[in-house]
């Protein structure tokens, strides 16, 4: 019973990765938001969990998520004349997080990484390149399909439609998106200890997707993964080859995308120009509202963002501006509280990798909105199942 129990975890686990990275969004009504296949797979996964909930680690960071689940469920109600049916589906995302968390807290990541991890990786690259080159016209199959968009639009143009930057999109539809989705691989694939060296091609090949999203603040995260694997001496390469291996990726890398959008983050008016301008406007203008409504916020209300065709461009305003400053400190409960066990389980296999992982969102957060995202999120989802322990492993 327990082999089988351990091969529908890992059926289910395999269904859910793969289908986040690879499958489309669709919808069953206008007026609900769009639905991944994996939403067609959480009562099973509901189900699947209850079923072997003895086997489950209690850990107090599923009472963070509750309390991040009922600040979002109180400022809604309290906001109710401004937030929509759609606006409660954010609850929905907290439960559905939680269950992939469990569920992967099941899954032998041994196992994971041999049966799915690779597969699925090498037909993301192969597909992501089919977009990057165009053939067989695949980016009008992105746009109708996949969130796509005005970025399929301006795929490889600048803002005055005239030849420009090609920032490699993918099935996420957003060149930011797309670098954390290899930012995930970067990390299962990183050469740290523990792991065998034949891993370093996957890890250099990842690393090349993720410079022809051509995202700065990925790249940011990047460097600082990389800083914080050398000074922590985890990895299986001396710091100078570790250097020198992710350089001379980034080199290739130029010769077939001249790196032109993320090398003007080394231009000295980098904080001058015209992404981080908006930016700034942006955030002045959430900031003033934030400080009308700072403790409980406006709720989700994605109708106020629709309407305006704007975004937040931070992950810790938007948390801030919906949720205020109670939902602001359970979210950062959720990042933080793993860390801080991960430090003092002495990072093991499974600890390093969250930390590796959890050092990209919270940087990309910065700028972006990597966990609002269904894909990221479920990213994260998955090395925080992996990192918690086992019923055999301690338990934090």
Same mark, same amino acid.
């Given at each position: 019973?327990m082999?089988?129990?351990?091969?529908?975890?890992?059926?289910?686990?395999?269904?859910?990765?793969?289908?986040i990275?690879?499958?489309?969004?669709?919808?069953?009504?206008?007026?609900?938001?769009?639905?991944?296949?994996?939403?067609?797979?959480v009562?099973?996964?509901?189900?699947?969990?209850?079923?072997?909930?003895?086997?489950?680690?209690?850990?107090?960071?599923?009472?963070?998520?509750i309390?991040?689940?009922?600040?979002?469920?109180?400022?809604?109600?309290i906001?109710y004349?401004?937030n929509?049916?759609?606006?409660?589906f954010?609850?929905?995302?907290?439960?559905?997080?939680?269950?992939?968390?469990?569920?992967?807290?099941?899954?032998?990541?041994?196992?994971?990484?041999?049966s799915?991890l690779?597969?699925?990786?090498?037909?993301?690259v192969?597909?992501?390149?089919?977009?990057?080159?165009?053939?067989?016209?695949?980016?009008d199959?992105?746009?109708?399909?996949?969130n796509?968009?005005?970025?399929?639009?301006?795929?490889?143009?600048?803002?005055?439609?005239n030849?420009?930057?090609?920032?490699?999109?993918?099935?996420?539809?957003n060149?930011?998106?797309?670098?954390?989705?290899f930012?995930?691989?970067?990390?299962?694939?990183?050469?740290?200890?523990?792991?065998?060296?034949?891993?370093?091609?996957?890890?250099?090949?990842?690393l090349?997707?993720?410079f022809?999203?051509?995202?700065?603040?990925?790249?940011?995260?990047?460097?600082?993964?990389?800083g914080?694997? +050398?000074?922590?001496?985890? *990895?299986t390469?001396?710091y100078?080859?570790?250097?020198?291996?992710t350089?001379?990726?980034?080199?290739?890398?130029f010769?077939?995308s001249?790196?032109?959008?993320?090398?003007?983050?080394?231009?000295?008016?980098?904080?001058?120009?015209?992404?981080?301008?908006?930016?700034?406007?942006?955030?002045?203008?959430?900031?003033?509202?934030?400080?009308?409504?700072?403790i409980?916020?406006?709720?989700?209300?994605?109708?106020?963002?629709?309407?305006?065709?704007?975004?937040?461009?931070?992950?810790?305003?938007?948390?801030?501006?919906?949720?205020?400053?109670?939902?602001?400190?359970?979210?950062?409960?959720?990042i933080?509280?793993? +860390?801080?066990?991960?430090?003092?389980?002495?990072?093991?296999?499974?600890?390093?990798?969250?930390?590796?992982?959890? +050092?990209?969102?919270?940087i990309?957060?910065?700028?972006?909105?990597?966990?609002?995202d269904? *894909?990221t999120?479920?990213?994260?989802?998955?090395?925080?199942?992996?990192?918690?322990?086992?019923?055999k492993?301690?338990c934090?």
């Amino acid at each position: 019973m327990m082999n089988k129990l351990q091969t529908l975890n890992l059926l289910l686990a395999g269904l859910v990765f793969s289908s986040i990275l690879l499958f489309p969004q669709f919808k069953i009504v206008d007026r609900l938001p769009y639905f991944q296949f994996i939403d067609l797979l959480v009562p099973v996964i509901g189900i699947v969990v209850f079923l072997q909930r003895k086997s489950l680690v209690f850990s107090k960071f599923y009472l963070w998520l509750i309390g991040f689940g009922m600040a979002i469920l109180v400022s809604n109600l309290i906001n109710y004349s401004n937030n929509g049916l759609r606006d409660y589906f954010e609850i929905y995302k907290v439960l559905k997080f939680g269950l992939v968390v469990a569920l992967f807290s099941l899954v032998r990541f041994e196992s994971f990484y041999k049966s799915w991890l690779k597969p699925v990786f090498i037909t993301l690259v192969g597909v992501n390149l089919i977009h990057y080159f165009n053939l067989f016209d695949f980016n009008d199959i992105i746009k109708e399909y996949y969130n796509g968009g005005i970025h399929i639009d301006l795929f490889g143009l600048d803002s005055k439609g005239n030849v420009g930057t090609k920032r490699m999109l993918g099935l996420a539809g957003n060149p930011n998106v797309n670098a954390v989705v290899f930012l995930f691989f970067i990390t299962l694939f990183f050469p740290h200890k523990g792991q065998v060296k034949q891993a370093i091609i996957w890890f250099v090949v990842a690393l090349f997707m993720l410079f022809l999203c051509q995202s700065r603040t990925s790249l940011v995260g990047l460097v600082v993964m990389v800083g914080y694997a +050398i000074l922590s001496k985890k *990895s299986t390469l001396k710091y100078y080859s570790l250097i020198a291996l992710t350089l001379f990726t980034f080199l290739l890398s130029f010769l077939l995308s001249q790196n032109s959008y993320i090398n003007t983050m080394f231009d000295k008016d980098v904080l001058e120009n015209n992404s981080m301008m908006g930016r700034y406007e942006v955030w002045k203008y959430l900031g003033k509202m934030i400080l009308d409504k700072p403790i409980f916020g406006y709720g989700a209300y994605k109708q106020y963002f629709y309407e305006r065709n704007m975004y937040a461009e931070s992950q810790y305003l938007l948390i801030f501006w919906r949720y205020g400053l109670v939902g602001l400190i359970a979210f950062l409960g959720l990042i933080f509280y793993p +860390i801080y066990f991960a430090f003092k389980s002495k990072l093991n296999s499974k600890s390093f990798l969250l930390v590796l992982f959890t +050092i990209s969102i919270t940087i990309n957060s910065l700028t972006n909105a990597p966990v609002a995202d269904r *894909s990221t999120s479920i990213l994260y989802a998955i090395l925080l199942g992996f990192w918690l322990c086992h019923k055999k492993e301690k338990c934090v």
